[in-house]
């Protein structure tokens, strides 16, 4: 049985594991994070796992299963957090499936299938300026190029950081998990507003949202804001402002499944009062987890860029700057939290993950589903951040009955039409 007050001792716990500053300070690899890797990994072996760990320490700790041939079952998250960050983003669901294995054990269940559960490195962004890496490591995404490119602010490289914990950065391509799996899950605060809004205690993700960002360059002309008649103006501002408006409009057509667009940069020059502006910028993000919709409302918002740059006769340039694929969740594996969440009388609801998660490295390589809960006011990243402690044993609970269904040999997917 899911055992809440465990929970709640360890999320205490944890709440002690920080650096200096407000909140949560465990920033990848630094003493804290370091603390907690060796907490968690000690709450992994009470739980009657068995550890290794890989050349970027990843954590993985295995739980045998009746017969150790058939593929394993994976649920992972991170430990590490932003500066001045919340008790709950990663570490729940760590906690969560750790409790699943510590519950199997205490009920003498023993799975058909192994269960790995992970403790992923370096989920955040916040030191290194790219996120996810364990789990890049993990599928063979991260080279030892990019390891020694990789800085914090303090000048130190990646590569020099992972040297001084004893790992072995060198032979990076060793970290590449390669076990088949018959299933992957991860349980994470939902970070957003949606389930608290809806009053509901647990969310399935459809997919993680995956951004397309464009850099638009208009090439206005800077006049003199007194002597320039309004009719012989090229003003980038107000395209830009037009621009602005259009992606709001383009994003709100798409809804099934959702495409959210923003204008989240706007650079411009001379930037004076008494300038007419000419030379704009603007950063566009367009996320969905939807790569056909995302690519149908990016089609629109060009097209209106056009529309209203060649109405101003402003000539424009569009960079795209970068484009991430969506990762689905699978249709069998939603399915299956939804009926376990019928089962159990939880109100829930689907909806897609607009952050980016661990999981989303795994969707093409095994049946991936994520379970979402809801957190505060949906504030996240912060020391205000909290979730309720019936909601992530609920979770637990789910997870937990869906890891006990999948890891029956006699239990096998059904492919989507
Ligand atoms: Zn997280």
Not at 124 to 132: H, K, L, N, P, V
Not at 236 to 257: D, F, M, R, Y
Not at 299 to 322: D, F, L, N, V, W
Request: net charge negative; proline share 5%; with cysteine.
């Amino acid at each position: 049985m899911i055992d809440s007050v465990r929970l709640s001792q360890q999320l205490k716990t944890l709440q002690t594991i920080t650096g200096p500053g407000k909140g949560i300070n465990r920033l990848a690899f630094t003493d804290s994070d370091w603390q907690g890797r060796q907490y968690l990994c000690s709450l992994m072996e009470a739980a009657g796992l068995s550890i290794r760990t890989d050349a970027f320490g990843n954590v993985i700790g295995h739980y045998a299963g009746l017969d150790e041939s058939l593929p394993a079952i994976l649920i992972g998250s991170h430990g590490d957090s932003v500066p001045e960050g919340g008790n709950f983003d990663g570490i729940v669901g760590l906690l969560t499936a750790i409790e699943t294995v510590h519950s199997m054990k205490e009920d003498h269940f023993i799975p058909d299938h192994p269960l790995e559960i992970v403790l992923f490195m370096c989920e955040e962004s916040s030191r290194f300026g790219a996120a996810t890496l364990g789990s890049r490591a993990m599928r063979g995404e991260l080279s030892l190029a990019e390891i020694h490119q990789l800085h914090d602010a303090a000048h130190h490289s990646l590569f020099d950081i992972l040297k001084a914990r004893g790992l072995d950065p060198e032979h990076i391509e060793s970290a590449r998990y390669t076990r088949p799996l018959k299933a992957c899950f991860e349980v994470h605060i939902e970070q957003g507003k949606v389930l608290e809004h809806k009053s509901l205690s647990v969310g399935i993700v459809t997919g993680i949202a995956a951004p397309t960002r464009l850099m638009v360059h208009l090439h206005g002309c800077a006049d003199h804001s007194g002597a320039t008649p309004m009719d012989l103006r090229h003003d980038g501002l107000c395209a830009a402002s037009e621009i602005i408006l259009a992606v709001e409009q383009t994003a709100k057509t798409a809804c099934n499944p959702p495409v959210v667009g923003t204008v989240g940069r706007l650079d411009l020059s001379p930037n004076a009062m008494n300038v007419i502006p000419g030379e704009v910028q603007l950063g566009i993000d367009v996320r969905s987890i939807s790569a056909k919709a995302r690519a149908t409302v990016i089609a629109g918002i060009r097209a209106s860029i056009s529309q209203i740059t060649t109405a101003r006769k402003i000539p424009y340039t569009i960079e795209e700057i970068s484009s991430d694929q969506p990762a689905a969740m699978h249709p069998s594996v939603i399915q299956l939290l939804a009926s376990l969440c019928e089962e159990n009388q939880i109100p829930y609801d689907q909806l897609p993950s607009g952050a980016g998660h661990d999981i989303m490295h795994w969707a093409d390589y095994a049946p991936c589903g994520m379970l979402f809960i809801p957190c505060r006011h949906g504030i996240s990243h912060n020391p205000d951040e909290y979730a309720d402690l019936e909601d992530i044993t609920r979770a637990a609970n789910i997870l937990s009955q869906a890891v006990r269904r999948v890891s029956a040999c006699s239990f096998h997917w059904v492919d989507p039409q």
